[in-house]
């Protein structure tokens, strides 16, 4: 099925994306000190947004993780069946070929 | 000169670099949801390939990861432009304010100056309540996305397990499937084969590939026959005329003794003259039309 399989690839692949793109969203916001915004309720609800924000990001990444873990147990869909070749360690000449 | 020593308090307090900050880790964000989106929205758009009816739970799962990262997106847009435009404001007021305290402070020691020196304190405060006012705003932003995320995060989203269950589902539906077709597949396979078994049979008509069989051997012929079970009009064809044309005509396979003028004479229409003459040669016409061409 290489159609599904490339497809399910696809899909893994835009997991890990997904979760790269949101782990660098994580980033920027480590460490980041927002007080001083402006008035101090201001920044109270400035603070609280952005703890908010990185709980977010937090869970959207989650997702991504679970689901590249998810797609890893369903490997099989993404790569093709074994032929008797590949099983038995050595390759066999195809019926057109020509032995000479 | 500080603001709060000279008129007692501070009417616009915000630190510009601060704000520089957060406008810059805001970007960051936006820019690494729209990025994550893009990865998945030509995914799980509709007309594409998991739109199907096996397929469109993972469409439809793949579009509500999508829209939680837009519906984020869309709040810290509106966070950024907030931020952007408290930016400029606390500019202009701190900047008012600046004018103000210098005033303030030209006057400080001059007993007859006290009801200018209020009024510009006044005025300053009339600053600090603008400045209050568009902190609210800015808080009110940021409020939103709070609340905004409340809704995108819900504690019974469990993405992953439904993509699970979606994949089970489609696993499922390819293995009915090839159950299904596998007779066609059988078929189509041993089709397959035979047509590369023909190629093999082709080639060794014409004499490009002997095997190690003379091909005036019957056995021989017969087993190469058999190669391609299939092909009805085929085997027909060479049974009718392999007996008769290929075994006196057909060369042995070699291409090393080819007298210069074959060609020339093939070309000139010359081949069953040539055929005859130049039994020894591997590019003998006499092979292809024993090989039912």
């Known amino acids: 099925m290489p159609l599904v399989g490339a497809e399910v690839q696809r899909l893994a692949h835009a997991f890990q994306q997904v979760s790269l793109e949101l782990a660098s969203g994580?980033?920027?916001?480590?460490?980041?000190?927002?007080?001083?915004?402006?008035?101090?309720?201001?920044d109270s609800s400035v603070g609280a947004g952005m703890r908010d924000l990185h709980s977010a990001l937090s869970a959207l990444q989650q997702s991504s993780t679970d689901c590249i873990s998810v797609m890893g147990r369903h490997g099989e869909l993404a790569e093709p069946a074994p032929t008797d070749a590949d099983q038995s360690g050595q390759g066999q000449p195809s019926s057109g070929e020509v032995e000479s | 000169m500080r603001v709060d020593l000279v008129l007692g308090f501070d009417p616009t307090p915000s630190e510009p670099q601060q704000l520089?900050?957060?406008?810059?880790?805001?970007?960051?964000?936006?820019?690494?949801?729209?990025?994550?989106?893009?990865?998945?929205?030509?995914?799980g758009c509709t007309g594409s390939v998991w739109d199907g009816?096996?397929?469109a739970p993972i469409a439809a799962l793949l579009r509500r990861y999508s829209l939680q990262m837009s519906a984020l997106e869309e709040s810290l847009v509106e966070c950024l432009q907030a931020v952007d435009s408290w930016r400029d404001g606390v500019e202009e007021r701190q900047s008012q304010v600046t004018s103000i305290v210098a005033s303030v402070a030209d006057l400080a020691g001059d007993p007859t100056a006290e009801d200018r020196r209020t009024r510009l304190i006044a005025t300053a405060r009339?600053?600090?309540?603008?400045?209050?006012?568009?902190?609210?705003?800015?808080?009110?932003?940021?409020?939103e996305l709070s609340g905004a995320v409340e809704q995108i995060?819900?504690?019974?989203?469990?993405?992953?397990?439904?993509?699970?269950?979606?994949?089970?589902?489609?696993?499922?539906?390819?293995?009915?499937?090839?159950?299904?077709?596998?007779?066609?597949?059988?078929r189509t396979a041993v089709s397959l084969g035979e047509v590369a078994g023909l190629t093999t049979v082709i080639s060794e008509l014409v004499g490009i590939a002997a095997l190690g069989r003379k091909p005036g051997d019957a056995a021989g012929v017969r087993e190469i026959i058999a190669r391609s079970p299939g092909s009805h009009r085929l085997?027909?064809?060479?049974?009718?005329?392999?007996?008769?044309?290929?075994?006196?005509?057909?060369?042995?396979?070699?291409?090393?003794?080819?007298?210069?003028?074959?060609?020339t004479d093939i070309l000139s229409g010359r081949r069953t003259q040539t055929?005859?003459?130049?039994?020894?040669?591997g590019f003998s016409v006499g092979g292809l039309k024993g090989s039912g061409e």
């Open chain 1, 26 to 42: 994580l980033t920027a916001l480590r460490d980041s000190d927002f007080t001083a915004i402006g008035t101090p309720p201001c």
């Open chain 2, 275 to 281: 055929a005859t003459s130049d039994s020894g040669a």
């Open chain 2, 153 to 186: 995060v819900r504690a019974d989203d469990d993405l992953a397990g439904e993509l699970d269950r979606a994949l089970v589902a489609l696993t499922a539906a390819i293995d009915d499937w090839m159950a299904a077709e596998a007779p066609e597949l059988l």
């Open chain 2, 126 to 143: 009339e600053v600090g309540v603008e400045h209050d006012r568009a902190a609210a705003d800015l808080a009110a932003a940021f409020e």
């Open chain 2, 235 to 263: 085997i027909r064809a060479l049974r009718r005329q392999w007996l008769e044309v290929a075994p006196a005509t057909l060369p042995e396979a070699t291409f090393s003794s080819r007298s210069s003028g074959a060609i």
């Open chain 2, 20 to 43: 520089v900050v957060l406008s810059d880790v805001l970007r960051k964000v936006i820019r690494a949801l729209v990025q994550a989106r893009s990865e998945l929205g030509h995914i």
């Open chain 2, 53 to 55: 009816p096996v397929g």
